[in-house]
């Protein structure tokens, strides 16, 4: 699929590479970007994508979104901005908790979502109370939670029993275990809303990170193949082997073909007539093919790819980080054949 972008969409995402570049130099070491970083993302409106117009967003799609978190995998930006958007969005759509989601689009405070993970409900009202515990998730300021009970509730960082034991990931990425011990929270949605719009936060939250893959492997792509034309061996550049040739074309298939797949689903997304496991097809091809291309890239440099010396192989922990995020591609398989009827 050639995906033909419009007038709109072209600028948007120019000004995202644009914005990538000037929050982390090509070249140097990933770290996350500081606070003044994270403002000019949310000043770019990156984090209103998927909030209505009437809501004070961009009003844009699943595509918008997944422009951007392609630029933000080619710069290897390590801040979960795509979960952050897609909660605003779903907060915005539950029409709850108005004045979490202003200080989020201003770039005040972090919301992450939580999904499907066991966490136990108690409770109602002004008195539910949360239980459980997630492994994998970064520290924000507020988590939103989908939970056993068909409920979609918001816990914010402090409450008593909310607690958060922090961990990295291999390429330095901020994230951790969160526990919830009999913590308060805030209810969101229930019953049908609460399906919807937790349906809706798995599948953007998914192709997000397909995205965000999808920027990741075809960068690593650049840099291998950049290499493999000017690296010698035998008097002549060795992109020339046709052992090299083979490898560069079956990884540019792998790209092309995630690419295509993404924003056809991208595309039904916006159109609302996806079908179900779409999402979970899209972050399981992007996760095994983002880990075979980044693995290839660093093969076609030889032995420098593995050193710091080198950023194709940030390119690989980057993959491996958000591969597994949300389920690697086995975990997405499965899930995708018990929502197609094939398990």
Same mark, same amino acid.
């Given at each position: 699929m050639e995906l033909i972008l419009t007038e709109e969409q072209r600028i948007l995402s120019e000004s995202a590479g644009k914005l990538v570049a000037s929050?982390?130099?090509?070249?140097?070491?990933?770290?996350?970007?500081?606070?003044?970083?994270?403002?000019?993302?949310?000043?770019?409106?990156?984090?209103?994508?998927?909030?209505?117009?009437?809501?004070?967003?961009?009003?844009?799609?699943?595509?918008?979104?997944?422009?951007?978190m392609e630029a933000a995998g080619r710069g290897l930006i390590q801040e979960p901005v795509g979960a952050v958007a897609v909660a605003a969005g779903v907060l915005a759509r539950a029409n709850q908790a108005v004045e979490v989601l202003e200080t989020l689009l201003g770039g005040e405070s972090?919301?992450?979502?939580?999904?499907?993970?066991?966490?136990?409900?108690?409770?109602?009202?002004?008195?539910?109370?949360l239980s459980g515990t997630v492994q994998g998730v970064a520290a924000a300021d507020s988590y939103l939670v989908t939970t056993v009970g068909g409920f979609l509730c918001l816990a914010d960082h402090g409450e008593t029993g909310l607690a958060h034991r922090a961990a990295w990931t291999v390429d330095g990425a901020n994230t951790g275990t969160l526990s919830f011990l009999n913590s308060p929270a805030r209810l969101i949605a229930s019953g049908e @809303? /609460? %399906?919807?719009?937790?349906?809706?936060?798995?599948? !953007? *939250?998914?192709? =997000?990170?397909?995205?965000?893959?999808?920027?990741?492997?075809?960068?690593?792509?650049?840099?291998?193949?950049?290499?493999?034309?000017?690296?010698?061996?035998f008097d002549r550049p060795?992109?020339?082997?046709?052992?090299?040739?083979?490898?560069?074309v079956t990884d540019y298939r792998e790209v092309e073909l995630t690419r295509s797949l993404l924003y056809q689903v991208c595309a039904a997304v916006d159109a609302g007539h996806a079908g179900a496991g779409l999402a979970q097809a899209v972050k399981a091809k992007a996760s095994a093919a983002a880990l075979?291309?980044?693995?290839?890239?660093?093969?076609?440099?030889?032995?420098?790819?593995?050193?710091?010396?080198?950023?194709?192989?940030?390119?690989?922990?980057?993959?491996?980080? @958000? /591969? %597994?995020?949300?389920?690697?591609?086995?975990?997405? !398989? *499965?899930?995708? =054949?018990?929502?197609?009827g094939l398990a």
């Open positions: 929050l982390r130099a090509e070249g140097t070491k990933p770290k996350p970007v500081d606070q003044g970083g994270w403002r000019r993302i949310a000043e770019a409106g990156w984090l209103a994508i998927d909030v209505p117009e009437v809501a004070g967003g961009l009003g844009l799609g699943a595509t918008e979104l997944a422009l951007v972090v919301v992450l979502p939580v999904l499907g993970h066991g966490i136990e409900t108690a409770g109602s009202g002004e008195n539910l109370r @809303l /609460a %399906a919807e719009l937790a349906s809706r936060m798995t599948d !953007r *939250v998914l192709l =997000a990170t397909g995205a965000e893959l999808l920027g990741v492997m075809e960068r690593a792509l650049e840099m291998a193949l950049d290499y493999v034309k000017t690296r010698r061996q060795i992109g020339s082997f046709q052992a090299i040739q083979h490898r560069a075979h291309v980044t693995k290839s890239a660093i093969q076609m440099h030889g032995a420098i790819g593995y050193t710091d010396d080198l950023a194709v192989g940030w390119h690989l922990k980057r993959a491996m980080t @958000l /591969a %597994a995020c949300y389920g690697n591609a086995d975990a997405q !398989r *499965v899930r995708y =054949a018990e929502l197609t």
